[in-house]
T-cell receptor
Framework: GEEVAQTPKHLVRGEGQKAKLYCAPI?????VFWYQQVLKNEFKFLIS????????ETGMPKERFSAKCLPNSPCSLEIQATKLEDSAVYFC?????????FGPGTRLLVL | GDSVTQMEGPVTLSEEAFLTINCTYT??????LFWYVQYPGEGLQLLLK?????DKGSNKGFEATYRKETTSFHLEKGSVQVSDSAVYFC???????????FGKGTTLSVSS
């Protein structure tokens, strides 16, 4: 597609529940990124992929967060045992070169 | 490490006023520079970019010039509209696949 698609738009989970977010990158883009927007304006990088391979995972809290990009499937970001502080908007972006294009985000609320 | 500093907001202007949002960066090598805009309740949209020194990015009346000597990428618009009210983020990146480094965002509010 011509735009990065993210589902769901909103997600509500009780503390301790699992959350799974999906991202379909722009067709032809090799790189996929996940960012977490907290505190209104602050962006935190989580992980990036080059095709189905992890490219950079330096921002990923590995205990509860995992991500995949498999061929012919949307990329996914999964949070096991969500915590209150995971409440944020999660953005996916894709790129072919240095310019990243963002999806509309998934707003996760952990109660 | 690399970093981006942009002026703190909020910036409040009247319609048709001139806008400048300052952005400076610290980076090793030769990063690409970007301005993204986030309208209320929406995702990030690429506003403009510049990939090398002295390049000028422009879009929708907004402009920014990549100044290597002052490590700056200030955003300007000659006449703002109410519809420009949003949060503006300055960002940099290195090679393809590397994370964007964002500034903290500047909230612009334009009144008629």
């Amino acid at each position: 597609g011509e735009e990065v698609a993210q589902t769901p738009k909103h997600l509500v989970r009780g503390e301790g529940q699992k959350a799974k977010l999906y991202c379909a990158p722009i067709k032809g883009h090799s790189y996929v990124f996940w960012y977490q927007q907290v505190l209104k304006n602050e962006f935190k990088f989580l992980i990036s992929f080059q095709n189905e391979n992890v490219f950079d995972e330096t921002g990923m809290p590995k205990e509860r967060f995992s991500a995949k990009c498999l061929p012919n499937s949307p990329c996914s970001l999964e949070i096991q045992a969500t915590k209150l502080e995971d409440s944020a908007v999660y953005f996916c972006a894709s790129s072919q070169y240095e310019t990243q294009y963002f999806g509309p985000g998934t707003r996760l609320l952990v109660l | 490490g690399d970093s981006v500093t942009q002026m703190e907001g909020p910036v409040t202007l009247s319609e048709e006023a001139f806008l400048t949002i300052n952005c400076t960066y610290t980076a090793t090598g030769y990063p690409s520079l970007f301005w993204y805009v986030q309208y209320p309740g929406e995702g990030l949209q690429l506003l403009l970019k510049a990939t090398k020194a002295d390049d000028k990015g422009s879009n929708k009346g907004f402009e920014a010039t990549y100044r290597k000597e002052t490590t700056s990428f200030h955003l300007e618009k000659g006449s703002v509209q109410v519809s420009d009210s949003a949060v503006y983020f300055c960002a940099l990146s290195g090679q393809a696949g590397t994370a964007l480094i964002f500034g903290k965002g500047t909230t612009l509010s334009v009144s008629s």
